[in-house]
């Protein structure tokens, strides 16, 4: 949703805005472009390889960027540290990137055999392998539910607990195939419009990150740091995440602090979706500071 970012962030030169999920730098090559001369990107990602890509990919925009490899809830951190106490924007694009979905060594994606990981930043100590084996049936299904939706949690975490009674379950195809087979059989050759094992992945995923934990606390901390008429952007993938950005929103609005310019979130077009299907979930929300 690139163009729709751009729009509703309100960019000129000279402003600062802040890219608390860079990626690959999708988004903050397009905002480095319409903030120079005089403008500052600060780009923060807890994934130090893409932290790499991105200074390589913008390089030229050196003088005009600063980067930190850090977790997005700690926000008020990284900008305290730069000095700077205020800034014009702020886009969080939520989720995983395609760089991370297509390295199977990540552990991301059912797609490739792979260790399983899913660590957003590498040097966190919990992994989906601690999770998978060390949790018991109750808050691995709990879990599954809690993070996933997952229709099947409670025949999923009992089946995950006996297969790894065997063996520890230590890579995604392992964990897809269990997850697969968990569910009923009437249910297993019927269409479904996402592969059976995405629920179960994401809310694992969710779970090793504390993916919605930061993300409330983030939000808190973003509105404080934003100067008067400035926007937060947030784009989620599923409902859980939209659902805590829907009610953020919706709570500073009470409190006075911020004007809801997307009453309702913005979708993916369609000429976006036929280009890049992971993009047929995001939801873009948009509060602009009072």
């Known amino acids: 949703m690139l163009d729709e970012v751009l729009g509703y962030l309100n960019l000129a030169p ?12 999708g988004h903050s090559l397009s905002i480095l472009e319409r903030i120079i001369p005089g403008g500052k990107l600060i780009g923060i990602d807890c994934d130090g390889e893409s932290l790499d890509i991105c200074r390589k990919r913008l390089e030229k925009f050196s003088s005009a960027c600063e980067f930190a490899h850090s977790n997005f809830v700690d926000i008020d951190i990284v900008l305290e540290k730069m000095e700077i106490k205020k800034v014009d924007g702020i886009l ?34 919990i992994s989906a392998y601690d999770l998978v084996n ?12 809690n993070f996933g939706e997952e229709r099947w949690h409670n025949r999923i975490a009992r ?11 230590s890579t995604t195809l392992e964990l897809a195939d269990i997850v697969s087979r968990s569910t009923p059989f009437k249910y297993r050759h019927k269409h479904y419009r996402i592969h059976r094992a995405t629920r179960a992945f994401q809310a694992i995923r969710i ?10 606390a983030v939000l808190s901390k973003a509105v404080s740091l934003l100067e008067e008429k400035a926007r937060i952007c947030v784009i989620s993938f599923h409902s859980l995440e939209d659902r805590i950005v829907k009610h953020s929103f919706k709570k500073f609005s009470s409190l006075g602090l911020v004007d809801i310019i ?17 993009s047929r979930s995001s939801k873009l929300r948009v509060a602009e500071r009072i």
């Open 262 to 278: 997307t009453p309702k979130p913005l979708m993916a077009s369609e000429a976006e979706i036929s280009l890049n299907p992971l």
């Open 14 to 25: 000279g402003k600062i805005i802040v890219d608390a999920t860079m990626g690959t730098a």
């Open 207 to 216: 779970a090793v990150n504390r993916e919605l934990e930061v993300l409330e």
């Open 159 to 169: 089946l995950l607990v006996e297969e790894r009674e065997r063996h520890p379950i």
């Open 92 to 125: 969080f694009d939520l989720g995983v990137s395609s760089l991370q979905l297509s390295e199977a060594e990540r552990g991301f994606s059912f797609q490739k055999d792979g260790p399983l990981d899913m660590r957003l930043d590498k040097e966190s100590l």
């Open 134 to 145: 060390n949790l018991n049936e109750e808050e691995l299904s709990n879990l599954l539910w």
